[in-house]
């Protein structure tokens, strides 16, 4: 089955510290996978996205992620977290010609000063 | 892009009533998508149109929930004898056509069944 796996559900950094957020996917061949940031009372954002290519991909905000298909994995990355960037964060997949997203369950990022 | 917006932003109501939600998406985007998040999970797909044909439901989607999108523009979400376990986020997305566009979300609408 399809799916995607983000093993940490709560995350504390201090601000200035560097994050790395985990998501592994579940799929037979490379999907499209995408991070999205949810605030509060606030709708799902797209971080960034990759499909092919450069296996390193940059994003808004200062984000960064990393597909590696040996290990099945797309980790989002920022050097230096700032406090503004406490929120939920989304990493999903797209496997068919629908482009309907699969999220795994999300990770809550909390930024302490 | 005034980007996607839906309303209400809440809504309570009773078990039992009859519950619709709107989705404006963004104009120009041919795609649209309805997810169901609750607290703790991501979201989760229930249906998807392109234009006005709705071309994929989910289990999820019992036979009290029905979408439509007349004229390929809004959409509306509509739930029949609602549910306390239909408490929930309801997200509309819109997208062009291809994998790789990525989704543009609403805010949602948060139901409550009392």
């Known amino acids: 089955a399809q799916s995607v796996t983000q093993p940490d559900i709560h995350i504390t950094v201090s601000e200035g510290a560097s994050l790395e ?13 995408f991070w999205y940031v949810q605030s509060p009372g606030q709708g799902l954002q797209l971080l960034l996205k990759y499909f092919s290519g450069d296996t ?3 994003g808004i905000k200062g984000f960064e ?40 369950t999300g990770t809550r990022l909390q930024v302490t000063l | 892009d005034t980007g996607v917006s839906q309303n209400p932003r809440h809504k309570i109501t009773k078990r039992g009533q009859n519950v619709t939600f709107r989705c404006d998406p963004i104009s120009e985007h041919n795609r649209l998508y309805w997810y169901r998040q609750t607290l703790g999970q991501g979201p989760e797909f229930l249906t998807y149109f392109q234009n006005e044909a709705q071309l994929e439901k989910s289990r999820l989607l ?5 979408a439509e999108r007349p004229k390929g523009s809004f959409s509306t979400l509509e739930i029949q004898r609602t549910e306390q376990g239909d408490s929930a986020m309801y997200l509309c997305a819109s997208s062009s056509e291809g994998r790789g566009t990525g989704h543009h979300f609403g805010p949602g609408t948060r139901l409550t069944v009392t």
Not at chain 1, 88 to 97: H, Q
Request: contains cysteine; hydrophobic residues 35%.
């Open chain 1, 65 to 104: 992620a990393e597909f590696k298909r040996s290990q099945s994995s797309f980790n989002l990355r920022k050097p230096s977290v700032h406090w503004s960037d406490a929120a939920e964060y989304f990493c999903a997949m797209n496997t068919g010609t629908a482009s309907k997203l699969t999220f795994g």
């Open chain 2, 62 to 66: 019992s036979d009290r929930f029905s």
């Open chain 1, 21 to 33: 957020l985990r998501c592994n996917y579940s799929y037979g061949a490379t999907p499209y996978l």
């Open chain 1, 56 to 58: 390193l991909v940059q």
